[in-house]
Nanobody
Framework: QVQLVESGGGLVQPGGSLRLSCAFS????????MGWYRQAPGKQRELVAT???????KSSDSVKGRFTISRDNTKNTVYLQMNSLKPEDTAVYYC???????????WGKGTLVTVSS
């Protein structure tokens, strides 16, 4: 069974930075496509960024150039570096692990990011 635990959220001023971490416990971390999603109040959950087992990344247009997803397969951890934060980035950020081939998909409980002055 896979467990995902996010950390690193908090309150930051506009223009500031945060780094989120997601610790993966379980087997075969390296085979999963890891992703970050977010859900703002009153809105649907949306994709922020994903990274494959070999490091191929994609991100939403709203965060391109500001957010960077990375992973460390030796530490079973995925990161989201968030720079130039805006109030509209305020949301609960969720970590996701996806292994479509085996039909497995897991979510963390989320970490709150608040961008406000």
């Amino acid at each position: 069974q896979v467990q995902l635990v996010e950390s690193g959220g908090g309150l930051v001023q506009p223009g500031g930075s945060l780094r989120l971490s997601c610790a993966f416990s379980g087997r075969f971390f390296s085979v999963y496509v890891m992703g970050w999603y977010r859900q703002a109040p009153g809105k649907q959950r949306e994709l922020v960024a994903t990274i494959t087992s070999v490091g191929t990344t994609k991100s939403s247009d709203s965060v391109k150039g500001r957010f960077t997803i990375s992973r460390d397969n030796t530490k079973n951890t995925v990161y989201l570096q968030m720079n130039s934060l805006k109030p509209e980035d305020t949301a609960v950020y969720y970590c996701n692990a996806d292994d479509t081939f085996h039909g497995e998909n897991y979510w963390g409980k989320g970490t709150l990011v608040t961008v406000s002055s």
